[in-house]
């Protein structure tokens, strides 16, 4: 794990740079006002959960380096905790305030008792989660198309790629997320919102050294 990368190997979108929301919806075609109404119903569902006091979330993304997966909970400003799920094993993460911990990897069956952590200085959890990194570019999106509770629109990437996005709305809160663009795909759907447990921080009698 490096801080330019936050805990996800793979930001699909943050990894190639910046980007410009395209002017064609995908899904139904709509009339302006309806449009309209679209975008202003992804922005409120997306604001309400980027502002929410905490959640959980499961990330899975998919590219050329291979899967990753990830289990975390976020809480607002700065925790973010959870693990990597590779291969059978969990490496096991929390950020808070500027500091990253960080275990070896354990079996899926072996239990949390007993890990020690390593910590280096880190981004924000703002900056690295994937909900807030992810999410973030509905409040952008400029043509939305709405078919039911889903949302859809499309970014475009350096070098003319697209990425296609589709956002589900649940109630006040969007709750799940997609996105597809050359070379990889993620997926995130967003949990206990504003009912999450707090993010855990190891006790200092968890660190090495």
Do not use: C, K
């Not at 919806?25 to 309209?36: H, I, K, T, Y």
């Not at 990330?59 to 997966?69: A, D, I, R």
């Not at 990830?70 to 607002?76: D, I, N, P, R, V």
């Not at 094993?89 to 072996?110: C, D, E, I, K, N």
């Amino acid at each position: 794990m490096t801080a330019s990368r936050g805990p996800s190997a793979w930001y699909m979108l943050g990894a190639l740079g910046a980007v410009v929301v395209v002017a064609a919806a995908l899904g139904v075609a709509q009339s302006p006002s309806g449009a309209d109404q679209a975008r202003s119903d992804l922005v409120s569902a997306a604001t309400a959960t980027l502002h929410a006091a905490g959640y959980t979330e499961h990330y899975l993304g998919t590219s050329s380096q291979g899967v990753e997966e990830l289990e975390l909970t976020y809480q607002a400003p700065d925790r973010l905790s959870g693990y990597r799920l590779v291969a059978g094993r969990r490496s096991y993460l929390a950020v808070a305030g500027s500091t990253l911990y960080q275990a070896t990897s354990v079996s899926t069956t072996g239990g949390t008792a007993g890990l020690r952590f390593a910590t280096q200085p880190y981004a924000p959890a703002s900056r690295v989660d994937p909900v807030q990194q992810d999410l973030s570019y509905a409040l952008r999106a400029t043509a939305v198309a709405r078919t039911g509770d889903v949302y859809s629109f499309d970014v475009r990437l350096g070098a003319g790629a697209v990425a296609h996005f589709r956002v589900r709305v649940d109630g006040q809160y969007a709750t799940a997320l997609t996105a597809q663009a050359p070379g990889g795909a993620l997926g995130l759907t967003v949990t206990d919102i504003n009912a999450a447990p707090p993010a855990f921080v190891p006790p200092a009698s968890s660190l090495v050294g």
